[in-house]
């Protein structure tokens, strides 16, 4: 395997720094210490904002430290009719549409689903009421 560790880019000018034109493509991991800046001194690593964020596989696929969220409330999906995802893994479900109303009775709720260790638990977040999921064992 190969390295390439470079302290120090100059640019043409002789200041430190380079403008890359065209794409770039790094193969394997990019690992940048310090900040990622825009044109404008914005740090890229702080708003990372992508229309399109691709993995190509294997074992890893697409990680964050951080929060992963929409710019805006209610106006984005995650998947499509068509391009769903598989499997979801989550601790519990939080669910709300406030703002918002329903399509059977137009109200709006906001509940948490969380899983014991033989039930499944419904919390009404606006009352506080809680719930047992009635389950029937099937075979």
């Not at 200041?15 to 404008?40: C, E, H, P, R, W």
């Not at 708003?47 to 929409?70: C, K, T």
């Not at 039930?119 to 075979?139: C, H, M, P, Q, W």
Request: net charge negative; with cysteine.
């Amino acid at each position: 395997m190969s390295t390439l560790r470079v302290d120090t880019i100059t640019n043409a000018a002789g200041t430190a720094g380079a403008t890359f034109s065209g794409n770039s493509v790094v193969s394997g991991n990019l690992q940048i210490t310090g900040n990622l800046l825009d044109s404008g001194g914005s740090n890229i690593l702080d708003n990372l904002q992508s229309d399109r964020v691709q993995s190509s596989g294997g074992s890893q696929g697409i990680m964050s430290n951080s929060a992963f969220y929409p710019d805006s409330n209610n106006a984005r999906d995650l998947g499509t009719s068509g391009t769903r995802w598989r499997n979801v893994y989550t601790n519990d479900l939080q669910l709300c549409n406030e703002g918002h109303s329903n399509e059977v009775d137009g109200t709006w709720g906001s509940w948490t689903i969380q899983e014991g260790e033989d039930d499944l638990f419904l919390i009404n977040r606006r009352s506080g009421k809680r719930y047992k999921f009635a389950l029937t064992e099937v075979n």
